[in-house]
């Protein structure tokens, strides 16, 4: 493992294989929301507002599974299996979207692409945490995680380069070339899983390499943490696929054309991009806790501010602003967790906060799609996004120090 403040060859590798992985998820992530608009529009469908936020959720409901499988197996087997087996999974099930005859099934291979796309986070945040320099975990780790950003961004660009004159179904069919670098993982991930942890000690109070890993989440000192965790994650994700799912269309029936709205989009990945790699230098200083609750209170403001009408210059600087309080802060919030945990606990401690917090992933378009339909306020749909935000910061704040490390015990000497 890196002991060093500086880089190393395969630290570098690992965080640059992150990034490429979480493209793939960032764009699976925005492609919904990004063809929203045109599969509102396409007539054999009759899907309603109702149906987009329900294909959302449905995406997000097989993310649990894969979260928390993906996790454990990870500590257990290493990263590298994991990860190759669900980029497959992933381009098998992208490609049976684009090629979807019925809005019926169409959910059931969003069903199906999520078990996969649930794995890619907590393990490509484990893996980047393992290799990277102590001092530089959050910036590593925020560098990988704009992948999701930069995939996003592919996205909202492609949909605005060809929709709605090209069907809709034709971006997902983008979605199965990450089958071609599955050599390439298998190739560049380290096998094995750091022993130590230079920040942890040989040993944590608490914990082992062995036995039920998940049951030593919950170990004295741990289990009041963990369960924050959970819950900062599952609001963080109502913000990240509420506003991925939502945000071009609430810039629509806001009044802008399908054209504006993608540039709103592109700006809120834009803003996660610069955003992610600003805040996690803070973060490096010492400031993880108070950087994440204060990006938490920025996504409130920044919605609150996109709910009136401004000049546009201060409306595309807000969905900047925007994106790194939703997507930026999740960043945040998951390197909080591979941070606070050993390695040996790391991938599961991830999995499960992902798992359990990627029900806020199944919430958030259904919620903001109830909000817009039972709402008849035009702004309401900004407003839905500010009480996460808030909890999200509240929760944070209150999560306590790190057990401190200790070494193992040294075996007694034999009496003379």
Not at 142 to 154: D, E, N, S, Y
Not at 238 to 262: C, E, I, K, Q, R
Not at 276 to 289: E, Q, Y
Request: proline share 8%.
């Amino acid at each position: 493992m890196a002991d060093t403040p500086f880089p190393t060859r395969r630290s570098r590798a690992v965080v640059t294989l992150g990034v490429i992985i979480l493209f793939v998820d960032g764009y699976d992530l925005f492609v919904l929301g990004t063809v929203g608009p045109s599969l509102l529009a396409y007539a054999p469908w009759g899907a309603t507002p109702a149906t987009l936020g329900l294909l959302g959720s449905i995406t997000a409901l097989g993310m649990p599974v894969g979260a928390i499988a993906a996790g454990w197996a990870g500590d257990v087997w290493g990263r590298r299996l994991p990860l190759t087996v669900s980029l497959a999974w992933i381009s098998v099930w992208m490609l049976f979207s684009a090629l979807a005859p019925t809005v019926e099934v169409f959910a059931a291979t969003r069903l199906a692409t999520g078990v996969g796309l649930g794995a890619l986070v907590p393990l490509v945040v484990a893996l980047v945490t393992d290799w990277a320099p102590p001092r530089r975990r959050s910036l590593f780790v925020g560098f990988a995680l704009t992948g999701v950003a930069f995939g996003g961004l592919a996205t909202a660009l492609l949909g605005r380069a060809v929709l709605p004159a090209l069907h809709f179904q034709w971006l997902f069919l983008a979605g199965a070339v990450p089958l071609l670098i599955t050599p390439l993982v298998w190739r560049l991930v380290p096998r094995e899983v750091p022993e130590t942890d230079p920040e942890a000690g040989t040993a944590v109070a608490g914990t082992s390499s062995d036995g039920n890993k998940a049951a030593q989440l919950f170990a004295p000192g741990y289990r009041l943490a963990t369960a924050l965790f959970w819950a900062a994650t599952f609001v963080g994700l109502v913000l990240v696929y509420g506003a991925s799912a939502w945000l071009p269309t609430l810039m629509v029936n806001a009044g802008y054309d399908l054209s504006s709205s993608l540039e709103f989009a592109i700006t809120f990945n834009l803003g996660a991009i610069i955003g992610t790699v600003a805040v996690t230098l803070i973060a490096d200083r010492g400031f993880l806790k108070p950087t994440t609750v204060v990006c938490f209170l920025l996504a409130a403001v920044a919605m609150l501010v996109l709910s009136t009408p401004q000049p546009r210059w201060l409306l595309l600087v807000m969905s900047g602003l925007a994106g790194l309080g939703a997507l930026g802060t999740q960043n945040l919030v998951n390197s909080y967790v591979a941070r606070f945990y050993p390695p040996r606990l790391r991938g599961t401690a991830l999995g499960f906060s992902l798992g359990i917090g990627r029900f806020g992933a199944i919430v958030g378009p259904s919620y903001l799609a109830a909000v817009t339909v039972l709402v008849s306020f035009p702004d309401a749909g900004f407003y839905a996004f500010i009480v996460p935000a808030v909890v999200g910061a509240v929760t944070i704040a209150v999560v306590p120090a790190r057990p401190a490390a200790r070494t193992a015990p040294r075996p007694l000497e034999a009496p003379a």
